[in-house]
């Protein structure tokens, strides 16, 4: 199963682009890359996923790598209640709901 | 459209006690699954389904029974609840895996053994 690597902290000044990376060297040709968020201990928020084209909805980007073994997901315009644990989730397989989960990256936004 | 519906929100049990944690969706969904989550760490997958009748092991299934006699539930049950069972548990479901649907997920059950 491919695992992801995340950095446990990053910081970014509330306004500014936050860019958050992810390694994740041993994906399958056919395993998406999903990101999502979780504040305090709620249930983890979607953000976004892709699987070889870069990716935007109302919330980020996803910038996927020509090899497809890091990533990066972008909020463009950081806001204080962005601060959260964001995980780069890589989906087993096409017949589960199998999520690799790793221990994520701890953003702090800060006015 | 309520989602993804996790009960109870809060339960304290006693070591050897058995309960069920309840998870309901209301999406029509095939795929529904189990996570736990530990202080510190991320998400880790106890049981999933692919459709009502099929039930599958995860990455941490020890102690932990699922069943899934409708397309709308899937309980988790403890039979012997232990200590190292205190955890967040969280479930999931989405409509189908192909062509990477989201996964919505509840908003928890926080699950204390003493």
């Known amino acids: 199963d491919a695992k992801t690597t995340q950095p446990p902290s990053m910081d970014c000044a509330e306004g500014r682009a936050a860019n958050l990376p992810c390694n994740h060297s041993?994906?399958?040709?056919?395993?998406?890359v999903y990101w999502y968020r979780q504040i305090h201990s709620q249930g983890p928020q979607y953000i976004i996923h892709?699987?070889?084209n870069n990716e935007t909805n109302e919330m980020a980007s996803l910038i996927i790598t020509e090899d497809r073994k890091s990533s990066t997901l972008i909020l463009p315009h950081a806001t204080l209640r962005d601060t959260a644990v964001y995980y780069c989730?890589?989906?087993?397989?096409?017949?589960?709901?199998?999520?690799?989960f790793g221990t994520g990256t701890r953003l702090q936004v800060f006015p | 459209n309520a989602g993804v519906t996790q009960t109870p929100k809060f339960q304290v049990l006693k070591t050897g006690q058995s309960m069920t944690l309840q998870c309901a969706q209301d999406?029509?969904?095939?795929?529904m699954s189990w996570y736990r989550q530990d202080p510190g760490m991320g998400l880790r997958l106890i049981h999933y389904?692919?459709?009502?009748?099929?039930?599958d092991q995860g990455e941490v299934p020890n102690g932990y029974n699922v069943s899934r006699s409708t397309t709308e539930d899937f309980p988790l049950r403890l039979l012997s609840a232990a200590p190292s069972q205190t955890s967040v548990y969280f479930c999931?479901?989405?409509?189908?895996?192909?062509?990477?649907?989201?996964?919505?997920f509840g908003e928890g059950s926080w699950l204390t053994v003493v």
């Open positions: 389904s692919v459709g009502a009748g099929i039930t």
């Open positions: 999406m029509n969904h095939e795929y």
């Open positions: 989730i890589v989906r087993v397989g096409v017949n589960t709901d199998k999520l690799i």
């Open positions: 892709g699987l070889k």
């Open positions: 041993t994906i399958s040709g056919n395993e998406y």
């Open positions: 999931a479901s989405s409509y189908s895996s192909t062509a990477g649907n989201t996964i919505y």
